[in-house]
């Protein structure tokens, strides 16, 4: 059952809901979903996950798929997109991460430093939290899941310029309100 091409009738029968379908699909799939996730760069359990998210997509996409369109390539589109999404997001955490380090006193001059540092991030958090509830709903959506403008727009059914306008807010608002408890 190795054959590449999934017939239209198997495609019909996923559009259906019928499970043995999708059983086929995944068995003629699922070694190149994660055969793509891991060129691309992702470690073992991301590109399981990849696999993963693949597959659920397959699933609720089923009834609006067309038997006389590539298979194959919705296949290895939905997974390159989800690899990419990880691969953004593990970007995101890593330059979350630096940024810590670089709020993050390099050498401790006793307990007075490292309770203005835990202060500090207490109310950069506290900021976030203040902010409009879809400008940082947007900001959690690019920076805790790296998800580009245009995907946060056909998420929310937003304009990407509202989007990018309300990253721009949010993001003046923590650097100033950050920039003013520096200060003080």
């Known amino acids: 059952m190795r054959s ?3 017939s239209k009738d198997v495609i019909r ?11 086929i699909v995944f068995e003629i799939y699922n070694t190149r979903v994660f055969g793509l996730a891991i060129k691309m760069g992702l470690p073992k359990m991301e590109a399981e996950g990849v696999l993963q998210e ?18 194959n390539s919705l296949v290895l589109t939905i997974a390159k997109r989800q690899t990419i999404k990880v691969i953004r997001s593990n970007a995101s955490r890593a ?9 993050m006193p390099t050498s401790y001059q006793g307990t007075e430093d490292y309770v203005i540092y835990k202060e500090m991030l207490k109310e950069a958090k506290e900021k ?12 959690m959506l690019s920076k805790e899941e790296g998800l580009s403008s245009r995907e946060i727009a056909d998420r929310l059914n937003l304009t990407k310029r509202t989007v990018e306008n309300h990253l721009f807010r949010a993001n003046k608002d ?11």
């Open 95 to 103: 330059q979350r991460n630096e940024h810590m380090r670089y709020l």
């Open 4 to 6: 590449s091409i999934v």
């Open 174 to 184: 923590i650097k100033d309100f950050l920039r003013q408890k520096k200060s003080n």
């Open 54 to 71: 693949t597959f659920i997509a397959i699933w609720d996409q089923r009834r609006s798929l067309d038997p006389n369109l590539s298979f």
């Open 13 to 23: 029968a996923l559009q259906s809901g019928k499970e043995w379908a999708f059983d």
């Open 128 to 139: 976030l939290d203040s902010l409009p509830k879809k400008q940082k709903q947007i900001w």
